[in-house]
Nanobody
Framework: QVQLVESGGGLVQPGGSLRLSCAAT????????IGWFRQAPGKEREGVAC????????SYVDPVEGRFTISRENGKKIVHLQMNNLKPEDTAVYYC???????????????????WGQGTQVTVSS
């Protein structure tokens, strides 16, 4: 049974940092891509970053490039999203998601993802 569990959300001041974690069970992460998505109140869910399990290649959306880093913990089925220099506009519920990937690069298109976690709240406010 595929399961994704996020952790690490919370309240942080602008300019601060948080690290989110996504623990995956029920599948071999080497054959999947993991993506982080976020959804702010009244907005569409959007992709933030993704990583390909086999080779740890990554992709980011422009607003987080250089501030967020997605990584896979060595030898484990855990993917982190390190978020630095957080801004109020980063406030959202953050979800991790997974899909089976072959030779292509990972995508941040929501329609590709088959499995989703329950989400964790990130609030950036002074």
């Amino acid at each position: 049974q595929v399961q994704l569990v996020e952790s690490g959300g919370g309240l942080v001041q602008p300019g601060g940092s948080l690290r989110l974690s996504c623990a995956a069970t029920g599948f071999n992460l080497d054959f999947y891509a993991i993506g982080w998505f976020r959804q702010a109140p009244g907005k569409e869910r959007e992709g933030v970053a993704c990583i390909k399990g086999r080779d740890s290649s990554t992709s980011y959306v422009d607003p987080v490039e250089g501030r967020f880093t997605i990584s896979r913990e060595n030898g484990k089925k855990i993917v982190h999203l390190q978020m630095n220099n957080l801004k109020p506009e980063d406030t959202a519920v953050y979800y991790c998601a997974a899909y089976r990937i072959f030779f292509e690069s990972c995508t941040l298109s929501r329609s590709y993802y088959d499995y989703w976690g329950q989400g964790t709240q990130v609030t950036v406010s002074s």
